[in-house]
């Protein structure tokens, strides 16, 4: 081995004249090179000098890391060594007009395997010297590259299935909008997913979205990209809606034969949503991936199939924001009102309580009726607060009225949830001197038992007087667990029950069960949605006597029903 180092005798990388190291003594300089050695000795850095052309004069540390001999390495012959896209980077009449130079490269290694290292180098002389030279060092930085990379990688990349992530798809949307380059976004979302994974475990469910992402490459046009969202959501991007189209049906054909997991046969159906990106939008990458969103939302709802977005899709998506984000505002300026139907006993013609319905005049979409907004606010957070808005209207509204109306109020099963639920009601009656007798709270069948179960809300209420029904009853949810439970006075026939049981004898046999379970447990039964003269006799013979709809008057103002019996259409 040939070591070129710095000693008194030998004109190689002089550090004590040529670097103009200060000459302190033999023995600091003596130390300084036992430094030096070491560091080389133990494979941190090779050290180098050169002239302003490039030409290795003096080297040490480069077998270590080569395992090339240095006088392989003087003149030009350490290029060779270089990774040829690397090769430029050594040319030094690139840096002669600057003092110092800083590169990263690949060079081979002793094991003939590329490594990366750093080099820097300081120009020690002035620049009009014809003298001028180079030191400086080369650093093994193989291990910090990899790490980087990878840290690089997983940041751009799934790390489930190899493909982009939100990142990547969101750089190359930019990069297509910096060029004005067409582009269409296709979101596809496995069917029954959850299933998957119940049925055959999480590890099953993780091989079928990386071959479904091997499927997923392997319909799409070349140029595009494929980028995992999460999930079972995966997100292509192409060039046009006809691309989109075809890699769609491309892939529903690979998969009608499903996904072979092991010896697991694995269906595979998905849904899709495609939206054509729009340069002028405002943040045109985020909104093009809004809109095909969109659009999969509304494939999912209708049952799977592939929907292409489009402006009426969006302009109800933009009404709906519109809606949920005026929801809370409209709480505090009163643009909600309440319309009350009549619950009439049907033997008396009495009129026993009243229903309250929420409305919102909006000032932009006029008069809006609760299925368009109370799901929205529901779904977002908003149900308590709308909730304690009708409580506290309705209770208004009574105040003024004779002590035996009686209403009935919708409640949630979000709102029952709330810890405070039972507490607002309570101070609310409160508040207006209503009497809790003269207030029925409904809630939907469709509650899960566990939520019942999991609040006392409804038992506080009960012991205070509180009346509490069942509504809908007879629903998908239909579950005689919730009569039984114990939690409720009494039910509401759903209106689409009531139709059943007039027009079919064998719902009509099911219906008077009901009625005889219903007054062996001690609760009311009311029939809403009553509108023809059929189906009040047909009602009255299976022994119902409590009824609503529009048979006996649709929803007005308080004041307008009276108290006696409403009447008839």
Not at 252 to 258: E, K, V
Request: charge should be negative.
């Amino acid at each position: 081995m040939t070591t070129h180092w710095p000693n008194p005798s030998s004109p190689d990388i002089d550090f004590e004249s040529d670097a103009g190291m200060a000459k302190t003594g033999d023995e600091f300089r003596g130390r300084l090179r036992e430094r030096y050695r070491a560091v080389v000795r133990a494979g941190a850095l090779v050290l180098w000098r050169a002239d302003d052309t490039g030409q290795m004069t003096g080297i040490t540390g480069w077998e270590q890391l080569t395992g090339r001999p240095a006088d392989e390495a003087i003149g030009r012959g350490y290029v060779a060594a270089f990774h040829p896209d690397d090769q430029m980077l050594l040319d030094f009449r690139n840096q002669a007009m600057g003092d110092s130079l800083q590169i990263e490269c690949r060079v081979l290694d002793r094991d003939r395997r590329w490594r990366w290292v750093r080099g820097r180098g300081v120009r020690l002389s002035e620049r009009s010297s014809f003298a001028a030279e180079w030191v400086g060092t080369l650093e093994d930085i193989h291990d910090q590259r990899r790490a980087l990379d990878r840290a690089r990688y997983l940041a751009e990349r799934d790390a489930l299935t190899g493909l982009g992530n939100r990142r990547t798809l969101s750089a190359y949307l930019t990069r297509l909008r910096d060029r004005q380059a067409s582009a269409t976004v296709v979101m596809l979302d496995v069917d029954g997913f959850k299933a998957i994974n119940d049925l055959h475990g999480h590890q099953v469910g993780d091989r079928f979205l990386v071959r479904l992402g091997q499927m997923l490459v392997a319909a799409a046009p070349a140029h595009s990209l494929c980028a995992r969202m999460g999930g079972d959501e995966f997100c292509v991007a192409v060039a046009d809606g006809d691309e989109a189209r075809a890699m769609c049906a491309a892939l529903a054909g690979a998969s009608t034969a499903g996904i072979a997991i092991g010896d697991l046969l694995v269906p595979l159906s998905f849904s899709a949503g495609i939206a054509d990106a729009d340069w002028d939008d405002p943040d045109p990458g985020s909104m093009v991936l809004r809109k095909a969103d969109l659009a999969l939302r509304r494939a999912k709802a209708q049952s799977g199939g592939i929907v292409v977005h489009n402006a009426r899709m969006q302009a109800e998506s933009d009404r709906r924001e519109l809606l949920l984000r005026a929801i809370a505002p409209a709480c505090r300026n009163d643009e909600f009102f309440l319309e009350y139907q009549p619950i009439v006993d049907v033997d008396s013609g009495a009129q026993v309580s009243v229903e309250a319905l929420i409305r919102w005049q909006h000032p932009q979409f006029g008069r809006i009726g609760p299925s368009t907004f109370v799901h929205l606010a529901e779904q977002n957070g908003l149900i308590a607060e709308l909730g304690r808005w009708v409580l506290r209207r309705a209770c208004a509204d009574m105040a003024g009225t004779a002590p035996d109306i009686r209403v009935n109020l919708n409640v949630s099963a979000r709102q029952l949830a709330a810890p405070d639920f039972a507490d607002d009601v309570l101070a609310i009656a409160r508040e207006y001197a209503i009497a809790p007798q003269r207030i029925t709270l409904e809630l939907t069948e469709s509650v899960n038992m566990a939520v019942l179960a999991g609040s006392d809300a409804f038992a506080r209420l009960r012991q205070h007087g509180f009346r509490t029904v069942l509504d809908d009853f007879g629903t998908e949810y239909a579950m005689l667990s919730h009569i039984t439970s114990g939690q409720f006075d009494g039910i509401k026939l759903s209106r689409d029950l009531v139709r059943h049981c007039c027009v079919n004898e064998r719902a009509g046999v099911m219906l008077r069960h009901l009625v005889g379970l219903s007054e062996g447990l001690g609760m009311e039964i009311v029939a809403e949605g009553v509108e023809t003269p059929g189906e009040l006799a047909c009602l009255k013979q299976h022994g119902i006597r409590l009824m609503q709809g529009y048979y006996f008057g649709r929803p007005r103002a308080l004041h307008e029903l009276g108290t006696g019996a409403p009447a008839a259409g």
